[in-house]
């Protein structure tokens, strides 16, 4: 089972269904996926890896706002790196250290690293991305 953010660990989620650890040559891309979409899902987080943005960008937010919604992706974000430990190196290096150095901490990249990567294993050559967003796209 892959390690968990400190919020994840008391979670009852985690009783439901584990968060399956990424491996290397992407043998449980299915089970890895289905676990960590079923908790972003169940702690209303899968908004932020969904490609269409379903949070509002033109409704004026307060401080605390931007910093609660900038909290809860940053533990989307967490919650994917640390089911995905074991890839996140060897991806790293391919990018570049692109991956180490992306201060936004977008999940939404990051899950689209990681899907680019099972593709690259499987012998599929993904799209070329441009993996970092401008201000704008990331609250």
Known sequence: ???????????????????????????????????????????RLDCYIDPIPRIPRDIPLDYAQVVCLRRRRLFAYALIWNSAKAVLPGINRHL?????????????????????HRDVIGGIVPLPRRYIRGARQML
Do not use: C, G
């Open 96 to 116: 570049k250290d692109q991956l180490i150095r992306n201060r936004e901490h977008d999940p939404q990249v990051l899950w689209e690293v990681l899907h680019d």
């Open 1 to 43: 089972m892959a390690q968990t953010p400190a919020d994840l660990d008391t979670s009852p989620a985690l009783n439901l269904i584990p968060i399956v650890e990424f491996k290397e040559d992407a043998s449980n891309f299915e089970d890895w996926e289905h676990s960590v979409s079923f908790h972003l899902n169940y702690h």
